[in-house]
């Protein structure tokens, strides 16, 4: 017999196969040679800023993890640190399911050097935390000043992406307060959490959200220079989609985020122009990384063995 697929899982697929049938549809009056010479129309200049770019988003990453070590007060090299996040950022990025894959890879390298399992689970959940507080105040403040109209094909309760933005920004506000009055940790089985200072607080929300502004400048350079839209006006169409992906739990938010930019996109770019700059995106900021980081990991295994 098959295993039970998680719920989580089955809602993925499901999003997956949506997806598919949405960009399937949307890209029904085009040829495929249309994605691809629109792939082939951008500048060498932008794909070499996105690529400068993505270099400089993995190097904000590595911040998640030196901040974590100074939350539980342990001390290790910076190189370790970037080492260790840097493959672990690339493969839950890539792969998705962060929590296991990255939870993997981060008690693989740190435990072989002293940090204990406790020590591990905190700086988890305190990168976790972060990527999330920078997403819901970069978010926030877009959809709350620069609200987007939602496709009425997302099948959502609200019509424009207001209301997100202003329970992202309570989220927000709710875990500075925290870490401001409560003092006291939160225990969950024989593990013990705790807000971190107001300072470090404020330092995620800072690092994280640079990490979601660069990311979005990423794929908003590679898109077709004569396309009337501001990077502010694309980041909240960017934030919308990715929140999505993310929550799908879909490998890299795999059709899912691609959907959400064509709904969003296409009166304003062609749908096989969007593709093409969609797939420049996805090769430098998923695939190149993957292919550094599979080589950084498979010649730190070679050392080690030896």
Do not use: C
């Not at 700059?277 to 080690?304: C, D, K, N, Q, T």
């Amino acid at each position: 017999m098959l295993k039970k697929l998680p719920l989580s899982s089955i809602f993925g697929l499901l999003l997956l196969a949506l997806s598919i049938w949405a960009i399937t549809n949307q890209l029904g009056e085009y040829n495929y040679r249309d994605v691809l010479n629109s792939l082939k129309a951008i500048p060498t200049q932008r794909l070499s800023l996105a690529i400068w770019l993505t270099a400089l988003g993995y190097l904000v990453m590595i911040l998640y993890d030196i901040l974590g070590f100074y939350y539980i007060g342990h001390s290790l090299t910076w190189s370790k640190i970037a080492f260790t996040n840097f493959i672990s950022s690339v493969f839950s990025n890539t792969i998705g399911f962060a929590l296991l894959t990255g939870t993997a890879i981060r008690y693989r390298f740190y435990k072989s050097w002293g940090v204990s399992p406790l020590g591990i689970a905190q700086i988890i959940a305190f990168a976790n935390f972060t990527f999330w507080l920078g997403m819901f105040a970069v978010a926030g403040l877009m959809f709350l000043l620069n609200p987007l109209k939602i496709p009425t094909q997302l099948n959502l309760p609200f019509s424009t992406v207001r209301p997100l933005g202003v329970f992202f920004l309570i989220l927000v506000a709710a875990y500075l307060l925290g870490s401001i009055f409560i003092k006291q940790p939160f225990r969950v089985r024989e593990s013990e959490f705790r807000f971190p200072s107001f300072k470090i607080s404020l330092a995620q929300i800072a690092v994280s959200s640079l990490d979601w502004l660069l990311a979005a400048g990423i794929l908003y350079v590679v898109l077709p220079g004569n396309a009337s839209l501001s990077y502010l006006d694309f980041l909240g169409i960017y934030l919308l989609a990715m929140f999505a992906g993310v929550v799908s739990n879909v490998p890299g938010g795999l059709g899912v985020f691609e959907t959400v930019i064509l709904l969003l996109l296409r009166d304003k770019i062609p749908a096989p122009e969007i593709l093409g700059s969609m797939l420049a995106y996805r090769a430098i900021y998923y695939f190149l990384p993957l292919i550094v980081a599979a080589g950084l990991l498979g010649l730190y295994e070679i050392r080690f063995r030896r």
